[in-house]
C-alpha cells in the first residue's frame, strides 16, 4: 500500500519539531499531526473569556493553552498547540549531568554521545544568558542567598531560548513598553523581536522574543516542505503494508471529522503522557500495536518540580518583572546534598491582572478613546508590580521516577477508559523534602518568610510541567518499550520520541535533552536510510 508520506510526526514539542526539521531537511515527505491550534501573538489568552484551557474530553469546544491533568496526588501541566511544551515552558535551555546517564539508560546514550547533539540544540534554539545589565532582582536575590549560605560557587545564569538586547535597560522611558523591542528576521525567516521584559513567558511572548519551536525547527520543516497540521487529534496507530496508518479527528467548527494518512515511518512525539496513552490505547483498547512491551506506561516521573514561595518584607523583588527563570544553584550529579540532586531556579510569573487590563484598554471604541488617555492607562498599567515582595523559589529534583500510568475506567465498571497515574510520593519524599529544607534556608537567608504549600504538607500533592517517561528507553523489551534511537521493540519504523522515553528523572529542566535525543535518533534515521 503506497504511503502518503515518508514520515508523520504526531506532536510538535521538542521530539516532533525536531525530528520533522531534520527528516524534512534530508527530503523527506513529512506530515506534522498537532492536536492543538496554531496560536499567533494577537490571539494569546489574556482574558477571562480567551481560550485558556485545553480538555482532553471536549477538544472539539475546549482547545485552548494549556492542558492540566489532575491525578491523585499529582497534576500535570502541557502545552497544547503548534511548538507543544515549548509555549508554556520557562525558555531553559541546560545540559542534563553526565552522571544522568550512568544507570538506568541503554548503553549506546551516554553524555559524550549527546554532546554535538546538546550543542545543535543551543545553536538552533538561539539561546543566550540574561546579560548582566538585566538582571532582575530575583537573579540577585538568588546569588546573595547562594552566598549567604555558602554556596555562590553554585550559582549559575541559564542559557535562556529568549533573544535579547543588549541595549535594553530597566532605566529605559517606560521600559517595558513595546516600542522598546528591537525587530529582527531569524534564520528561519521568522519575525521575531527581543525581550523587554514583560514575563509573559508561559501565556505568550507578545514581542516574539521567546524562541518557541514554531518560530525555528517547526520554521525550517515548514521551508523544507513539511505540512504541518494543527487540531488534529490522533487516535491510532496501525501497521499496514510496509507503513503505518495513522487515524485522526480533524477539530473544525466545534465537530470531530474522521481521516486517516500513511506513513512509512511514524514517529509518536505527543509528550508523556499523550504518547504513553496513544500506545496504551492502540495495544489494549483497539489492538492496533499488541506486541508493545508489557514495560509500557511504567517508570513515569515527575522530575521533581517543586514551587515555595516568600515574602521578603521591604523588598522589592517583582516576580511580574523579566523572563520566567534566569539562574540556578546547582546541586545535581557530585554537588548533590546528602545524596539529593535537586536545582534550585528563580521563579516568575505574568501579571495576569495587568495583561487583561491593558488588553480591555486597547480595546476601548475609538469613538470613546483618546490617544493620550489610552497611552497614559497602558503606561500606569505597565508600572503596577503585584505581589512585589513576593520570591517563587522554584526547583526540579530527581525523584523516585516510580510512577505508572494505565488506562481505567472513570466510574470503576462504567464509561471510558481515562488515562490513569499511580504515584507513591514514599520513595521520593526525602528528596522533596530536602528541597523544601533548602527553599527554607535561601529564603531565610535573605529576611524572607518562606510559606511550604498547604498542598504539600497536609496532601503531599504535587504539581509538574516536566512529566517524564512511560515508553522508557530500554536494552530490550524486558526493561524498556524503545531502544536507545526510539523504535519500539517489535515494530519497525515506529519510533517515540519526546519526553516520554527518558527513563529517569533528570533533576532540571529537560527540554534541551529531548531535543538532542531527537537529533540524534533523526539522524541515525537518515543515515540508515530509513
Known amino acids: 500500500m503506497a504511503a502518503d508520506f515518508d514520515a508523520v510526526v504526531i506532536g510538535s514539542g521538542f521530539g516532533g519539531a525536531v525530528t520533522a526539521c531534520r527528516l524534512a531537511e534530508a527530503g523527506y515527505r513529512v506530515l506534522v499531526l498537532e492536536r492543538g491550534r496554531r496560536w499567533e501573538a494577537s490571539q494569546y489568552p489574556r482574558t477571562a473569556w480567551d481560550a485558556w484551557i485545553w480538555d482532553n474530553y471536549r477538544p472539539e469546544t475546549k482547545n485552548g493553552w494549556i492542558d492540566l491533568r489532575i491525578f491523585p496526588h499529582m497534576t500535570v501541566a502541557q502545552g497544547a498547540g503548534v511548538g507543544g511544551g515549548s509555549l508554556i515552558y520557562a525558555n531553559i535551555s541546560v545540559d542534563a549531568k553526565s552522571d544522568t546517564f550512568d544507570h538506568g539508560w541503554p548503553q549506546e546514550i551516554t553524555f559524550e554521545e549527546l554532546k554535538p547533539h546538546y550543542k545543535c540544540v543551543g545553536q538552533m534554539m538561539n539561546v543566550q544568558r540574561l546579560p548582566e545589565g538585566q538582571w532582575t532582582e530575583r537573579t540577585k536575590l538568588m546569588k546573595e542567598a547562594a552566598e549567604k549560605l555558602g554556596y555562590g560557587d553554585r550559582f549559575q545564569p541559564l542559557d535562556l531560548a529568549v533573544t535579547f538586547d543588549a541595549d535594553w535597560k530597566y532605566d529605559l522611558p517606560d521600559p517595558h513598553n513595546e516600542r522598546h523591542s528591537r525587530r529582527f528576521t531569524n534564520p528561519q525567516g521568522r519575525e521575531q523581536g527581543t ?235 526525602k528528596t522533596m523534602n530536602a528541597v523544601v529544607d533548602m527553599h527554607k534556608r535561601l529564603a531565610e537567608a535573605t529576611e524572607g518568610k518562606p510559606y511550604v504549600p498547604p498542598t504539600w504538607t497536609c496532601a503531599r500533592d504535587l504539581v509538574t510541567p516536566h512529566p517524564l517517561g512511560g515508553c522508557n528507553m530500554g536494552q530490550s523489551p524486558e526493561d524498556g518499550v524503545v531502544d536507545h534511537t526510539g523504535e519500539v521493540f517489535g515494530y519497525r519504523n515506529l519510533f517515540v520520541i519526546d519526553g516520554a522515553i527518558i527513563p529517569e528523572a533528570l533533576g532540571l529542566n529537560p527540554s534541551k535533552t529531548i531535543a538532542a535525543l531527537a537529533e540524534r535518533s533523526a539522524g541515525i534515521i537518515v543515515q540508515q536510510g530509513r
Open 195 to 429: 525581550c523587554v521584559h514583560l514575563a509573559n513567558c508561559d501565556i505568550g511572548c507578545e514581542v516574539g522574543a521567546k524562541n518557541t519551536l514554531d518560530l525555528n525547527y517547526l520554521a525550517q520543516a515548514e521551508n523544507h516542505g513539511a505540512d504541518v497540521r494543527p487540531l488534529h487529534l490522533v487516535n491510532t496507530v496501525e501497521p499496514v503494508g510496509d507503513g503505518y496508518r495513522v487515524s485522526f479527528d480533524r477539530l473544525e467548527d466545534g465537530v470531530r471529522h474522521p481521516g486517516s494518512v500513511i506513513g512509512r515511518l511514524v514517529i509518536v512525539a505527543a509528550g508523556s503522557l499523550g504518547s504513553t496513552e496513544l500506545m496504551l490505547r492502540c495495544r489494549d483498547e483497539y489492538g492496533t500495536l499488541p506486541n508493545v512491551s508489557g514495560f509500557l506506561g511504567r517508570n513515569w516521573s515527575s522530575n521533581g518540580d517543586f514551587l515555595t514561595p516568600a515574602f521578603h518584607s521591604g523588598r522589592r523583588v517583582s516576580a511580574t518583572r523579566g523572563p520566567t527563570i534566569s539562574a540556578a544553584i546547582d546541586f545535581v550529579g557530585d554537588r548533590s546534598i546528602d545524596g539529593h540532586h535537586f536545582f534550585i531556579e528563580d521563579g516568575g510569573f505574568p501579571d495576569v491582572m495587568g495583561n487583561w487590563l491593558e488588553n480591555r484598554a486597547g480595546k476601548v471604541p475609538l469613538r470613546f478613546r483618546h490617544a493620550m488617555l489610552v497611552r497614559s492607562i497602558r503606561y500606569a498599567l505597565r508600572q503596577r508590580d503585584p505581589l512585589s515582595t513576593m520570591m517563587p523559589w522554584f526547583a526540579q529534583a530527581r525523584d523516585a521516577a516510580n510512577g505508572t500510568l494505565r488506562m481505567r475506567k472513570r466510574w470503576r465498571f462504567f464509561g471510558k477508559k481515562r488515562l490513569h497515574l499511580d504515584w507513591d510520593i514514599k520513595e521520593s519524599e
